[in-house]
């Protein structure tokens, strides 16, 4: 059987199993690329009575970082109580999740893109152009403002950020550097992220510049 998710999902598999002379054991262990996983070990589990003769055994796995684009395999090993033995193998497929993607790199912002304008507008400025954002697996972040820092860099300070369970929204939540009290949350539509680039778009209301209040930017990231 082969199951696929993203890093940090769970997955659970159900084993069936018909044992007319009783449960001996269930022996569970892994490998990597075909390596044993020592960390894993071998596994005594239990399976649950549903009838006669019948029983079950639901794995619950949580897909890993580090198993990402690896070949992962989980051995059921059974052996009923006259020691008759059947064995089932479990093959894991781990794709990278975009929380993984994004506090696995560093990110240089290049572009910010005013797009409810005519003509569209490049709004990012010089001292905007040597930032490089840092998103860590715990949730916390940081920014590098770089040897440019615009007027108001350092004014707020990063508490957290997440991607939605969807993976279409990234959010950030900030607070004043002189007023704790005073959080901001930004939510961004994630348009693409790859290794290399992530795009994210948000609507900002400046109706206090006397503008809408709902303008579009797009943000775009590159990988460092």
């Not at 069936?16 to 990597?32: E, F, M, N, W």
């Not at 109580?81 to 560093?106: M, R, W």
Request: hydrophobic share 35%; with cysteine.
């Amino acid at each position: 059987m082969n199951v696929s998710g993203k890093t940090g999902q769970h997955v659970l598999d159900t084993l069936d199993i018909i044992a007319p002379y009783g449960v001996g054991k269930l022996l569970l262990s892994k490998s990597v690329n075909l390596v044993p996983d020592s960390a894993f070990g071998t596994q005594s589990v239990t399976p649950v009575s549903t009838g006669t003769n019948t029983y079950q055994y639901i794995f619950d796995y949580t897909y890993q970082p580090g198993e990402v684009d690896k070949l992962v395999g989980i051995n059921y090993h059974f052996e009923d109580s006259k020691g008759n033995v059947a064995e089932k193998d479990l093959t894991v497929n781990t794709s990278a999740s975009a929380a993984q993607i994004i506090y696995s790199h560093k990110w240089k912002l290049v572009s910010k893109l005013w797009t409810t304008v005519t003509p569209q507008q490049e709004s990012e400025q010089d001292c905007e152009k040597d930032n490089i954002f840092s998103y860590n697996a715990d949730s916390t972040m940081s920014v590098n403002y770089g040897a440019d820092a615009c007027t108001f860099d350092g004014f707020n300070i990063y508490d957290k950020w997440y991607v939605s369970d969807d993976e279409k929204t990234f959010t950030d939540i900030y607070h004043s550097v002189f007023n704790t009290q005073q959080i901001t949350t930004e939510v961004y539509n994630i348009e693409s992220l790859t290794k290399d680039k992530w795009v994210m778009d948000i609507a900002i209301d400046l109706s206090a510049f006397g503008l809408s209040d709902h303008e579009v930017f797009i943000y775009t990231y590159v990988a460092q």
